[in-house]
C-alpha cells in the first residue's frame, strides 16, 4: 500500500494552517511525522483520515484518490489510531474492538465467529486480550489506547495511521505499541512526539513546522544538533542508537 500526498494545504478562515505538503509513504514503510506542538501534523493526518476535507492539493492510495473512494473502500485499506478517542456510550473492550470489522460487513450484518477470532487475536497482541469485557470507559488512558490499537488491527487494513500513539502509556507498552506496529508488516504513518523512539521504529522521518514541511530524511540523516536546535529550540548531542541505523538524543537545555 503506498500513500501520496500532493501539494495539500488546509485552512480555517485566514488561518492557513497546512501549506502545500508533500509526502510520499512506500509499501511496508513506516514513516514518523516529527515537529513542534501546533505545526499541522494532527491536521494532515485528519486530511489523511477524512475527518478534515483539504482546500487543495490530492491524497492518494495506491495511485487512486481519496475522493474517488468510498468512506468503505478508504476504511478497507487504511486503518485509523488517532489521538482522541471517545465514546458516548459505556461499550466493552469486545464491542470496540469489533467495530474494526465493520468495513468488511454488508449493512446489519451480525458479528460472525471468524470476527471473534480476528478480534481476540488483536487483544492479545497488544495485552488486553484477559479485559474483553470490562467497559472501555473504565479503562486507564494508556489501556484505551492499546484497545484503540486492538481496534485498528482487527480491521485487517494494508495501511496504518497513527496520532501521538504512545500518549498515555508507560515506557514498556510505548515499546510494545511501536513493536507491534513495525512487527505488523504493513504501511505506516505516525505522528511521533519522542524523537528518540521515532529514530528506533521510523524508516524516515518528515520534520514539518509551520504548517510546511522542512526536512525529510531518515533518523541519522536528518536529526543533527543543528536541526533539532532549529526545529525545537534545544541544544542535544547525538549517540548511537540500539539499532544499526538509529541514534539516541541526549537534550541538554533550551536555545537562549
Known sequence: MNLQVKQVAFGIGQTQILQGIDLDVQN??????????GSGKSTLLK??????NPNAG????????????SFRESALQMAVVAQHNQ????????????????????LLEGDT????????????????DHMETRNFLSLSGGEQQRVILARALTQESPCLILDEPTNHLDIKYQLEMLEIVRDAGVTVLMAVHDLNLA???CHCLVAIEKGRVVGT???????????????????SRIVEGPTEDSIHIIFTETVK
Not at 486530511?47 to 478534515?52: A, E, G, N, P, T
Not at 465467529?113 to 495485552?127: C, F, K, M, N, S
Request: hydrophobic share 40%; proline share 6%; net charge neutral.
Open 87 to 106: 465514546y458516548q456510550f459505556d461499550f466493552s473492550v469486545m464491542d470496540i474492538v469489533l467495530m474494526g470489522r465493520m468495513p468488511h460487513k454488508k
Open 58 to 69: 490530492q491524497i492518494m492510495l495506491n495511485g487512486r484518490g481519496l475522493d474517488e473512494l
Open 199 to 201: 529514530s528506533q521504529f
Open 217 to 235: 530524511g531518515t533518523p541519522k540523516e536528518l536529526l543533527t544538533p543543528e536541526f533539532i536546535q532549529n526545529l525545537y529550540g534545544v541544544h
Open 28 to 37: 511496508r514503510e513506516i514513516v514518523g511525522l516529527i515537529g513542534p506542538n
Open 113 to 128: 465467529p471468524e470476527d471473534y477470532t480476528i478480534a481476540r487475536r488483536a487483544l492479545a497482541q497488544v495485552g488486553m
Open 47 to 52: 486530511c489523511i483520515y477524512r475527518i478534515l
